[in-house]
């Protein structure tokens, strides 16, 4: 490898591009015409154009990708996360112009993106499962399966995630409801009509497990994070150690190793489940077949670079040793957003007219904005991501509030403000929340803060 391509755009290409420089890596960025003057471009050793502003006719655009990596003698290609990061065709595509691709092979990231074929895997290596359906187009059959499992049931959308086709059912007329307009959703956005029902859990957590498997056969585990405060499914809050007890931390990651070695898994990957919380019990939702939003939350825990870590297993490298990784103190990460939460979260595009960020001990801050940088109105809302790390849980909000205090953004609308609402919330404060816990705290269910 001495040449890699980053197809990606904001925070994540910028992240990319800085480890790879360490590497001794030469960079190539590929860019929009609304990102010419991103972060990402000017911090890479050469840039090319590869379209319009429309993901569809840029950044999705497989043609102009592989030009680009062809045209620039590009050996690899690094997906980042989002966009074509976990399309196997794009992957097999990428292999066959003799260029490595920094991600799973192909043939995981097909069986992982299928969620049925997902949950059968699993199955076979021994992880926890729902009790869910086969694939289901007609809802009649869904009727009768939703009754078999117990209602309240949640519809899923087979070829997809993103909370895209999810809705939450507690009886056979809210299924007469809900199941065609998850459908459709379904259809438009992974080209997928298919279906399935999976028991929901009322009280949970979502917890993630951070593995790598190499193509030596070793599987290991970079302990997990939690991703319980998302609004509308979506994350916004990300910390590790996870509020759960010891033990099923424990047999959490012996369950997440065990799926990677049973599938030859190569790569990063995160292992999802969900926990709950009445029960005691977890179970697998999805495999995610790349590196993740939320990977500096395991970075700061663990002291190890997971970019890094992605270039020496494409490279050939073993993994390090499972009783060599060491965790210490606690982690958390919010997603700053150019939103406005007083709107409904309405996106909002705009020039950076002033920027401060927030430094100083066990803070870090991902992103790819600066004064003068105009936001474009037509990718994902995210413009910054800010880490902080404390020797425990409460050091470490207490450092959260600290540099949500110091940063200023103007030309914009964020969520900032809307952060350290949440984060001063009983619920966040005590760690007893929930996945329903910011969908609550928005329609006003609760409003108690520390």
Same mark, same amino acid.
């Given at each position: 490898? $001495?040449?890699?391509?980053?197809? %990606?755009?904001?925070? !994540?290409?910028?992240?990319?591009?800085?480890?790879?420089?360490?590497?001794?890596?030469?960079?190539?960025?590929?860019?929009?015409?609304?990102?010419?003057?991103? @972060?990402?471009?000017?911090?890479?050793?050469?840039?090319?154009?590869?379209?319009?502003?429309?993901? =569809?006719?840029?950044?999705?655009?497989?043609?102009?990708?592989?030009?680009?990596?062809?045209?620039? *003698?590009?050996?690899?290609?690094?997906?980042?996360?989002?966009?074509?990061?976990?399309?196997?065709?794009?992957?097999?595509?990428?292999?066959?112009?003799?260029?490595?691709?920094?991600? #799973?092979?192909?043939?995981?990231?097909?069986?992982?993106?299928?969620?049925?074929?997902?949950?059968?895997?699993?199955? $076979?290596?021994?992880?926890?499962?729902?009790?869910?359906?086969?694939?289901?187009?007609? !809802?009649?059959?869904?009727?009768?399966?939703?009754?078999?499992?117990?209602?309240?049931?949640?519809?899923?959308?087979?070829? &997809?995630?993103?909370?895209?086709?999810?809705?939450?059912?507690?009886?056979?007329?809210?299924?007469?409801?809900?199941?065609?307009?998850?459908?459709?959703?379904? $259809?438009?956005?992974?080209?997928?009509?298919?279906?399935?029902?999976?028991?929901?859990?009322?009280?949970?957590?979502?917890?993630?497990?951070? /593995?790598? +498997?190499?193509?030596?056969? %070793?599987?290991?585990?970079?302990?997990?994070?939690?991703?319980?405060?998302?609004?509308?499914?979506? $994350?916004?809050?990300?910390?590790?150690?996870? %509020?759960?007890?010891?033990?099923?931390?424990?047999?959490?990651?012996?369950?997440?190793?065990?799926?990677?070695?049973?599938?030859?898994?190569? %790569?990063?990957?995160?292992?999802?489940?969900?926990?709950?919380?009445?029960?005691?019990?977890?179970?697998?939702?999805?495999?995610?077949?790349?590196?993740?939003?939320?990977?500096? /939350?395991?970075?700061?825990?663990?002291?190890?670079?997971?970019?890094?870590?992605?270039?020496?297993?494409?490279?050939?490298?073993?993994?390090?040793p499972q009783e060599s990784i060491m965790r210490r103190g606690h982690a958390i990460e919010v997603r700053i957003t150019a939103e406005d939460p007083?709107?409904?979260?309405?996106?909002?595009? &705009?020039?950076?007219?002033?920027?401060?960020?927030?430094? &100083?001990?066990?803070?870090?801050?991902?992103?790819?904005?600066?004064?003068?940088?105009?936001?474009? #109105?037509?990718?994902?809302?995210?413009?910054?991501?800010?880490?902080?790390?404390?020797? *425990?849980? @409460?050091?470490?909000?207490?450092? @959260?509030h600290r540099a949500l205090d110091e940063i200023e953004i103007v030309g914009l609308k964020t969520n900032i403000e809307f952060l350290k609402k949440v984060? =001063?919330?009983?619920?966040?404060?005590? +760690?007893?929340?929930?996945?329903?816990?910011?969908?609550?705290?928005?329609?006003?269910?609760?409003?108690?803060?520390?």
């Open positions: 490898m $001495k040449r890699v391509l980053i197809a %990606n755009r904001g925070e !994540i290409a910028v992240r990319i591009i800085r480890t790879a420089k360490e590497l001794g890596l030469e960079t190539v960025a590929i860019f929009s015409t609304a990102d010419r003057e991103s @972060l990402h471009v000017k911090l890479a050793d050469r840039s090319i154009c590869i379209g319009p502003p429309q993901p =569809s006719k840029s950044y999705l655009y497989v043609p102009n990708i592989i030009s680009a990596a062809l045209l620039t *003698n590009s050996d690899a290609l690094h997906p980042g996360y989002g966009f074509l990061a976990e399309n196997w065709r794009f992957a097999e595509i990428v292999e066959s112009h003799d260029i490595r691709f920094i991600g #799973p092979k192909p043939e995981h990231i097909r069986a992982m993106g299928d969620k049925l074929e997902a949950k059968a895997i699993a199955s $076979k290596a021994g992880v926890s499962l729902l009790p869910s359906s086969p694939g289901l187009e007609d !809802i009649r059959e869904a009727k009768r399966w939703a009754r078999e499992i117990g209602y309240p049931v949640i519809i899923k959308a087979s070829a &997809g995630g993103g909370g895209r086709g999810m809705r939450i059912v507690n009886s056979d007329t809210e299924l007469e409801e809900q199941f065609p307009r998850a459908q459709m959703e379904s $259809k438009v956005a992974f080209g997928s009509g298919t279906l399935y029902l999976e028991k929901y859990i009322p009280e949970a957590k979502h917890v993630e497990v951070q /593995v790598f +498997g190499d193509t030596h056969g %070793n599987a290991i585990h970079l302990f997990e994070r939690e991703c319980s405060a998302q609004r509308r499914y979506q $994350k916004i809050i990300e910390e590790s150690p996870a %509020n759960i007890p010891e033990e099923v931390r424990e047999e959490l990651y012996s369950q997440a190793v065990s799926l990677v070695s049973h599938m030859g898994y190569v %790569n990063a990957g995160t292992i999802e489940f969900i926990y709950d919380v009445r029960e005691k019990k977890f179970y697998f939702i999805e495999m995610n077949t790349r590196i993740q939003v939320e990977h500096p /939350v395991t970075e700061m825990i663990t002291g190890m670079d997971l970019v890094k870590l992605q270039f020496m297993v494409a490279n050939g490298r073993s993994l390090p007083e709107r409904n979260f309405l996106p909002s595009a &705009g020039k950076i007219e002033w920027l401060k960020l927030p430094g &100083g001990f066990g803070v870090r801050v991902d992103t790819h904005i600066y004064p003068g940088y105009e936001i474009p #109105p037509h990718y994902d809302s995210m413009i910054a991501k800010l880490i902080v790390w404390g020797e *425990n849980r @409460l050091e470490a909000i207490s450092r @959260l984060i =001063s919330t009983e619920e966040f404060v005590t +760690g007893r929340y929930t996945t329903k816990f910011l969908d609550m705290a928005l329609s006003g269910y609760f409003i108690k803060t520390t």
